[in-house]
T-cell receptor, first 112, second 114 residues
Framework: AQRVTQPEKLLSVFKGAPVELKCNYS??????LFWYVQYSRQRLQLLLR??SRESIKGFTADLNKGETSFHLKKPFAQEEDSAMYYC??????????????FGTGTQLKVEL | DAGITQSPRHKVTETGTPVTLRCHQT?????MYWYRQDPGHGLRLIHY???????DKGEVSDGYSVSRSKTEDFLLTLESATSSQTSVYFC?????????????FGDGTRLSIL
């Protein structure tokens, strides 16, 4: 069964410090992976997806198949980065569509 | 933001009462999903739909039913609400079924069962 693990419930860093939010997955095959962000009491927004290999708001994530990881990184944290971050693994469903298996989330708090 | 509207945004009700949550989309997307969000669990899929009148169960479907009579509307019903169903409920949509297609989420409904 596929699984997504985010080991840290809370990550607190100072403004300007580097950030790394950890995500490990369990999946047989070549995975697609997403990072979603949820600012306080707002809807989840797609932040990054593995296939596009782009940088959004200064965040990047590299898929490491050997370590089965998809860690989210940013070199210099900003106060506005404070949010809940979810790593998600899609799985094709019977009838089409895909189910997202989410990690439990990491709350990032950027302190001044 | 994708055109997804959830209603109501907040609801407080009593154990044993029926509750229906509505998700309305203006994107004409084929696939729609209902998730619940709970601390320590992330988001978990309740039910999903792959077309009008085509629905299937997710991983936490017990106590929930859904209906989709139109492309734009996906209803989630708690036939007899229990306190364990207190949660934040999110609707999501996607256009195609391929694995690399992300889902877009609504603003959520905060439901409290007393």
């Amino acid at each position: 069964a596929q699984r997504v693990t985010q080991p840290e419930k809370l990550l607190s860093v100072f403004k300007g410090a580097p950030v790394e939010l950890k995500c490990n997955y369990s999946y047989s095959g070549s995975p697609e992976l997403f990072w979603y962000v949820q600012y306080s009491r707002q809807r989840l927004q797609l932040l990054l997806r593995h296939i596009s290999r782009e940088s959004i708001k200064g965040f990047t994530a590299d898929l490491n198949k050997g370590e089965t990881s998809f860690h989210l990184k940013k070199p210099f944290a900003q106060e506005e980065d404070s949010a809940m971050y979810y790593c998600a693994l899609p799985h094709i469903l019977t009838g089409g569509g895909n189910k997202l298996t989410f990690g439990t989330g990491t709350q990032l708090k950027v302190e001044l | 933001d994708a055109g997804i509207t959830q209603s109501p945004r907040h609801k407080v009700t009593e154990t044993g009462t029926p509750v229906t949550l509505r998700c309305h989309q203006t994107e004409n997307h084929r696939y729609m999903y209902w998730y619940r969000q709970d601390p320590g669990h992330g988001l978990r899929l309740i039910h999903y739909s792959y077309g009008v009148k085509d629905t299937d169960k997710g991983e936490v479907s017990d106590g929930y039913s859904v209906s989709r009579s139109k492309t734009e509307d996906f209803l989630l019903t708690l036939e007899s609400a229990t306190s364990s169903q207190t949660s934040v409920y999110f609707c999501a949509i996607s256009d195609r079924g391929q694995g690399n297609q992300p889902q877009h989420f609504g603003d959520g409904t905060r439901l409290s069962i007393l």
